[in-house]
């Protein structure tokens, strides 16, 4: 069961202080929080990992190997990691840091091979190209897997790098290594600079579950509302819907809820009629 609860003007939900993680991120761009997930948990979204989820090979941000594989759109492919959508932390971390709209940006689970090599540094919220400084555009999230150490690859940060706004990313600059515990969550805006680290192990993979949301104004990367095939969508939570944009945001569709739409498939509200039954109808009336 959800507590949520404030304490000396904290927001407290299910024992993590939200109040305090969103200032951490607001302040140095990032907060880590230990055991976020059970070694239970864990099992199983690695089973779905390995027996239900297809995968790529990815070459991308600087790294030419192939030595990662990545299964993006992963709503469409398992159910396994559904819940942590909805989790009460997560909802209220993300909120905390961009707002109450929000919607799905991205959906992946990888894993980094031995031999690895080290991506480029880089800022998550540079897709959209609008000058700096801006509002919170996208708040990321990483569960480590697999543990996460220097040897295998652990992340590469730059602390309070997501407030230097008039500085391109300079890969020669010093980071910070995100060692981490297998079910241990890194949470991090959109502008800090960060990339993966090379698996310089002989037999260590890094396998890590990445969820990502942005502004509900914004386009996301992964276009939620074509990747996920709609009877997929119909049986989802109503929550779980929203986020994936099927959220009423201004007119919906013909002034309709797009969750209704979603479910009755009709895109013409049923009150529509023909202008000639308008001018026929003395109760019409133009808005």
């Known amino acids: 069961m959800t507590e949520a609860v404030e304490v000396a003007d904290d927001v407290i939900v299910d024992g993590l202080n939200i109040t305090e993680r969103v200032a951490e991120i607001e302040d140095r761009g ?33 790294t030419k190997t192939g030595k990662t594989w990545r299964a993006h ?14 989790d009460p932390r997560i909802r209220a971390l993300v909120e905390g840091v961009l ?14 091979l031995p031999g690895e090599t080290r991506q480029f540094l880089h800022q998550d919220d540079g897709l959209w190209p609008i000058k700096r400084p801006h509002p919170h555009f996208v708040c990321n ?3 480590a897997l697999d543990d996460f150490g220097i040897e295998n690859g652990a992340t590469h940060i730059v602390p309070y790098s997501h407030k230097w706004y008039d500085r391109p ?50 386009r996301p990367q992964e276009i939620q509302l074509l990747s996920v095939p709609r009877e997929v969508v119909r049986e989802m939570p109503e929550k779980l819907q929203r986020l994936l944009g099927y959220h009423r945001f201004g007119l919906g569709v013909d002034g309709r809820d ?15 009629k023909l202008a000639e039954h308008h001018r026929m109808d003395p109760q019409s009336t133009n808005s």
């Open 73 to 86: 759109n992963l709503l469409a492919k398992t159910r396994a990691v559904d819940y942590l959508f909805l």
């Open 169 to 218: 990313v300079d890969q020669e600059v010093e980071t910070l290594r995100v060692v981490m515990r297998s079910g241990t969550m890194l949470m991090w805006e959109g502008g800090l600079w960060h990339g993966g680290g090379a698996n310089m192990s002989k037999d260590r993979e890094r396998l890590g579950f990445f969820m990502s949301h942005n502004v509900a104004y914004l």
């Open 99 to 112: 707002g109450k709209y929000t919607q799905i940006n991205v959906t992946t689970l990888f894993n980094v």
């Open 141 to 143: 999230a990483l569960i």
């Open 30 to 62: 990032f907060t880590i929080v230990e055991d976020f997930i059970t070694p239970e948990e864990v099992a199983r979204i690695r089973h779905a990992f390995d027996t239900e989820v297809h995968i790529t090979e990815m070459r991308a941000i600087g």
């Open 258 to 272: 797009p969750v209704d739409v979603l479910q009755d498939g009709i895109v013409i509200h049923p009150t529509a």
